[in-house]
């Protein structure tokens, strides 16, 4: 966490809270904008909601299948089903 930004933030009367606007500029946040909250023991992590989770998972794992033709995957596992 060498490169971590930090910044201290106080909790409004409805319990609101304002991200500082070096934390929204770094997370490339905007107004409007919604953001995924993840608690895990006692820190909690904010990260932007992807605007489209297809876009956001395509590619992933990509190495995994590098090599595979795709297919011919699909065929044998069609082949594995029928006993």
Do not use: F
Not at 69 to 80: F, G
């Amino acid at each position: 966490m060498s490169n971590a930004l930090v910044d201290t933030v106080k909790l409004g009367s409805r319990c609101q809270m304002v991200l500082p606007a070096r934390i929204r500029k770094a997370l490339g946040l905007s107004e409007g904008d919604e953001v995924l909250v993840t608690v895990s023991g006692n820190a909690a992590v904010v990260v932007p909601k992807p605007k489209s989770y297809a876009d956001r998972l395509m590619g992933l794992h990509r190495d995994v299948w590098r090599g595979v033709d795709p297919d011919a995957y699909v065929r044998e596992e069609r082949r594995s089903w029928e006993g």
